[in-house]
């Protein structure tokens, strides 16, 4: 286990620097993909590997976090969509609770069962206020969660959301537009979001250009994930990683 992953991202965000999280499907990839995506991200300087999926089918998860753990130094954090999706290997997990939703078993239920396992796990545990945002179209996070999502001109709702999340002891406010989302989460709640709590604030969804990525860390993102786009076309890995990495300090 490597300790220190939540400290790395709260000195990151005291010290103003934005973070690029490369979120990894283990559906999608396979052991000869990986290579080239790994090598992309040491070059690019990537800060952390989210591995997981709304619906994970395959076996690889195992497989595919000790992959990135043999082959770079680049900290690998869970973002399970549900409670098998647990790896040792990796060094730390999103504990998440789907705080913008109304169904039980994704706020405490399916944490019940797990928690025996995932104490066990050795993890370094992150406990995560999931708040997902309209994308303009139903996405596999939306269908599987059966909860709504919050309306995405309704930046009050996610400010409260965020702040009673803040406010219960969640560690990480992560709001998404659910993976490959047609509309990512717009910079106006992101901005309000972010000025009303102190937590790390992690955004994703629908990111599919360098541009609309430092346009979010400039409204008050910490860290950016980006899935989709990258599992399209790989190259894109350097241009959201300098992106994300170029927007200035806030003194
Ligand atoms: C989804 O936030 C992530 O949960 C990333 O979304 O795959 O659309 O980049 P994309």
Redesign the pocket.
């Known amino acids: 286990m490597t300790a220190g992953i939540y400290h790395s991202l709260t000195e990151r965000k005291r010290q103003g620097k934005k973070s690029f999280a490369v ?1 990894i ?1 283990p559906d999608k990839v396979n052991d000869s993909n990986m290579d080239q995506l790994l090598r992309l991200a040491v070059e690019a300087n990537v800060d952390y590997f ?1 591995v997981g ?2 619906l994970v089918i395959s076996n690889y998860l195992d497989e595919c976090v000790q992959l990135i753990k043999r082959n770079c130094q680049i900290p690998v954090i869970l ?1 399970p969509g549900s409670p098998n999706q647990v790896s040792k290997y990796a060094d730390a997990l999103l504990y998440l609770s789907l705080i913008s939703g109304r169904n039980p078993e994704l706020l405490i239920g399916q944490h019940v069962i797990s928690a025996p396992v995932v104490k066990q796990s050795g993890l370094e545990i992150m406990s995560t206020g999931y708040i997902v945002v309209d994308g303009g179209a139903p ?1 596999t ?1 939306s269908y599987i969660s059966n909860a709504t999502p919050i309306p995405s001109d309704k930046n009050e709702i996610a400010m409260c959301t965020a702040m009673a999340g803040e406010m219960l002891g969640m560690k990480l406010i ?1 709001m ?6 047609k509309r ?1 989460i717009t910079e106006s709640m992101i901005q309000k979001v972010s000025q009303v709590i102190d937590v790390p604030l992690i ?6 250009e360098p541009e609309k990525a430092y346009l979010n860390c400039k409204a008050g993102a910490d860290v950016i ?7 399209k076309d790989d190259s894109l890995i350097k241009e959201m990683a300098s992106a994300v990495h170029s927007v200035p300090k806030l003194v």
């Open positions: 979120l499907d989210l999926g709304s973002f996405t996070v992560y998404d537009s659910g993976s490959g989302a990512p955004v994703g969804g629908g990111i599919v994930v980006v899935g989709n786009a990258i599992e």
